[in-house]
C-alpha cells in the first residue's frame, strides 16, 4: 500500500468516524485491508482499494474488521451502581427513562444496563435503551443475546439468575423480560442528526470510545451528546477519559462511576420523587439479586456453572521471567492466554518479554490488546509509549504518556 492510500484510508476513518488512526495501531488499517483482500480474493492491494473506494459495503466490512468490539457485562461496575441509584430519581413521568448506549459493540453492556434497570424497578413501559454501533455484524450479535462465560470475565452468574438464563454448551442467553426495554439501531456516533432522533436522553454510556479518536472527533462528538443529554442528565465515560471541552462538565458520584453532568444544571438527588413513590429505595450494589414486583416467578431458579478460576500462570511467569528464564515464561504466558483471553496483565507482561525479545510489532500488538481491555492500564501505557518513542512514533508516544499521566493522577 502507498503512502497516499494509506493517508486516504486515515483520512476518510477520521472525517466519517473522528477515529485516530494511531490510536489503533500504526499497522492496523494495513492488517486490514490484507485480511479483507484476502476474504474478497483479490491479489492486490491497489485492486482492492478500487473495490473500497467504489463499493460502500465493503468499506463497512474494512471498518468491522478493523475495530475490535469486545467487552463485558458490567464492566468497570462503579458506573452500574451510580445508574441504580439514580435511575429512579430520573424516571420521567411523561414519558420513558432514556439511555444511550453508544457504541454497543456485541451488546453485552447495554444489557448489563437493562438488568441494572430492571433492578431499580423499571421495565419496558418506563426505561428504554437505545445501543447504538457502526458494525452491523456486532449489532447482529447483540440482538442474538447469546454469549459464553468468557463475557462475565469471571463474574458469578447465578447473581443475575432472573435476566441470564443458562444454554447449550455452557453458554448463556438473555430473558425475554430485557429484550422489550433495548432497541439495537445501527448509526455513526458523530452522525448528529441520528442521535437527535432518539433524544432526549437522561443517561449516556459513552464509553472507551473517546480514546480513539482525534482531538476534533472528541469535541464533535462530546458537543452532540450534550446537545441530547437531558439537563439533569449523566454521562458515563471511560476511566482514562474526560470531557474534551472541561469547562462545561462536572465530576458527578464517586470516582470510580466516571460520571458526568453538565456544569450548568445542579445535580439531583437520589431520594428525589420517583416514578412509584411507593417503591423501596434502591441501595443494594449492582449484581445483588433483587426482583422487581411482578416478576417472581415460582419454577426454580435456572443455574448456569460459574466459570473455574484460572491457574496462577501468570505469578509463575513472572517469576520465571525474573530468573531470565524469558522462553519459559512465555511459554506459560501463551497458556494463560488461553485461558483467561481478556485479563490485561497477561497481554502487559507477553508484551514486555516480546519486546526483551526484540519483537516489536508482536509487543506493541499485546500492549494495545491490554489497553483495550483496560485503558488505564499503567503498565501498559508506559512501555507502549517507550517502545513507541524507539520506533520513531513520538507523537503517540507522547499521547500515551498524556493518558498515563492521567490514569495515574495528581
Known sequence: MTPNDRACLRAWLEREFGLDADTLGPDAPDLALAARRAATGLDRDADYLRLWRRDPLER????????VGETWF????GAFGLLRQHAGALARTERPLRVLCLPCASGEEAWSIAITLRQAGLDADSARVVAMDASHAALDAARRGHYGLRALRGLDPRQWTEYLLPAAEGRFRVAESLRGMVDFVAGNALDAATLRQYA????IFCRNMMIYMSVAGRVQLC???ADCLAADGLLFLGHAETPPEPAAWVRHGDSGAFAWRKATTQPRSPD???RNPGQPPVDPPPGFRSTPAGLHDTSPAPRIAPPNPPPPLLHTARSLANQGAYQDALRLLEQAVAQSPLDPDIHALLGILHDQQNQPERAALHFRRALYL?????????????LQERRGQRAEAERLRQRLRQAVGP
Open 60 to 67: 463497512q466490512a474494512w471498518l468491522e474488521q478493523l475495530l
Open 74 to 77: 458490567f464492566r468497570e461496575r
Open 200 to 203: 432526549p436522553f437522561d443517561l
Open 223 to 225: 458537543r452532540s451528546l
Open 272 to 274: 428525589a420523587a420517583r
Open 374 to 386: 483496560a485503558p488505564g492500564h499503567t503498565e501498559s501505557l508506559a512501555h507502549l509509549a517507550l
